[in-house]
């Protein structure tokens, strides 16, 4: 029997059309448009203030846009009701700028709590995901510590882990590893590669880490503030070295002379 070779176009995990958001009356990044395919690994990359954070947001669903589509694995997170909306995120980890954990409840707590609001794991496998989880962060031992008693970078940690607790389709992270120390941030890139390889996960991060960026972007979209848009998308490497505005040029290089 012959079989049948041709296999449908996949859908982009995430699709932006004609997208503007901003607060109240003020806009901070208009007609936007781009494709985020399966498995990529994609930098947010501007000025403090450009709208990296207000982006991301928008597309987790936090907040609706002023003009625009936003489609989630084909399915808009814009119209979506309540229901529609929950569900869109079940596929979503999010780590926040800051970490966010609940500091009434502990570490061990704070990453079960996807898997308790899901409702369909038991107790066993929650424990067990969340020893896993920790492993995975290096954070044995640490389930019973309160975040108060955590530093800065374990907090970012707990976070991670917390966002990797459904193994989800698609990962946001804002600005995971700044603040850390070089080797933790170091750990984390080796993570979230890791995590790519093994799930397929599509990723967006938030990062001014060069290293981070090279090691593990495949393309980064570069914000403006002022021009209150995307100037540029390429890979970190080809930015770098060919675009064509001397600011993503000297972004990327750390060379304002670029
Ligand atoms: N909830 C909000 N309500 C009103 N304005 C906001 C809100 N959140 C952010 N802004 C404004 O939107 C603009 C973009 O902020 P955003 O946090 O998205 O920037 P960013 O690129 O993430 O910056 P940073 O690199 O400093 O994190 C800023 O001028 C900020 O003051
Ligand atoms: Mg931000």
Known sequence: ????????????PIVVKDLTVGYGER???????FEIKKGQIVTLLGGSGCGKSTLLK??????????????????SIVTANETEKREIMSCFGVAYQGGALFRALSVAENIALPMEEMGHFTKDEIKERVEQKLALMHLEGF?????SDLSGGMIKRVAFARALALDPALLFFDEPSAG?????????????????????????MVTHELPSIFKVSDRVLMLSRDEK???????????????EIPFVRAFLSRNKNN
Request: glycine share 8%.
């Open 143 to 147: 389930g019973n510590f309160m975040p």
């Open 27 to 33: 806009i901070i990044l208009q007609n936007l448009n």
């Open 58 to 75: 928008h597309i987790i669903g936090l907040y609706p846009p002023m003009q625009g589509e936003i489609l989630i694995q084909g399915r």
């Open 229 to 243: 848009s995307i100037v540029d998308d390429g890979s970190p490497q080809w930015l770098r070295d060919h675009s």
């Open 180 to 204: 850390l120390d070089p080797l933790t941030s170091d750990m984390l890139d080796d993570v979230i590669l890791e995590i790519r390889e093994k799930t397929g996960a599509t990723i967006v």
């Open 1 to 12: 029997m012959k079989t049948n070779t041709v296999q449908p176009p996949e859908v982009s």
